[in-house]
């Protein structure tokens, strides 16, 4: 598979960077492009924050996902607390965060 020059991956990291991640995201979606988004690490603790579920909808089900061992890592549980706005098939490994590279055509980590 080769890069599409018109999906943006948005690999988040840290929990202080919500606004970004929407602003950014929002932004792609106005200029045509498709927001690829995968939170990790601490960056988890926003599926929390009230901006996630619009977020979600924004991306749908195949472009948004978190990390469920940093999930399950940060106290939360992965089957029984699964976020507003997604669904558990969104609750994945690294993998997904693998095919991003491979399928974005741009890459922005925050």
Not at 25 to 42: D, L, Q, S, W
Not at 72 to 91: H, L, R, W
């Amino acid at each position: 598979m080769s890069a599409d020059p018109n999906k943006l991956a948005i690999f988040v990291t840290s929990p202080q960077n919500m606004t970004h991640v929407v602003g950014i995201a929002e932004a792609a979606a106005r200029a045509g492009k498709k927001p690829m988004i995968f939170f990790t690490y601490k960056s988890i603790h926003l599926t929390k924050d009230p901006r996630f579920e619009p977020l979600a909808k924004l991306c749908g089900e195949d472009n948004l996902a978190i990390c469920a061992d940093s999930y399950t890592c940060e106290g939360y549980d992965s089957v029984k607390d699964i976020p507003a706005g997604m669904t558990a098939k969104q609750m994945r490994t690294q993998a997904f965060h693998g095919a991003l590279l491979d399928e974005c055509g741009k890459y922005i980590v925050l």
